[in-house]
């Protein structure tokens, strides 16, 4: 895409998609690291990999509500 170039109305509706997403995402991060949880964390990868996504799920939840 160019400066000159505007957007098609599906290219602006999947921008404003991804966003939504990303934005959710990244308050999920923001609530990990405000608890600090992940400063404690002394589990093998695996474990810590599964810890981290149910906790960005709940925390996606009450960001939702």
Do not use: C, D, P
Request: overall charge positive; hydrophobic content about 45%; glycine content about 2%.
């Amino acid at each position: 895409m160019t400066r000159s170039h505007r957007l098609t109305h599906a290219e602006k509706e999947a921008n404003r998609l991804i966003s939504r997403e990303r934005a959710a995402v990244e308050h999920g991060f923001a609530n990990l690291k405000t608890w600090r949880i992940l400063a404690e964390v002394r589990m093998s990868t695996h474990y810590a990999t599964t810890l981290l996504r149910a906790l960005l799920v709940l925390t996606n939840r009450v960001v939702q509500r």
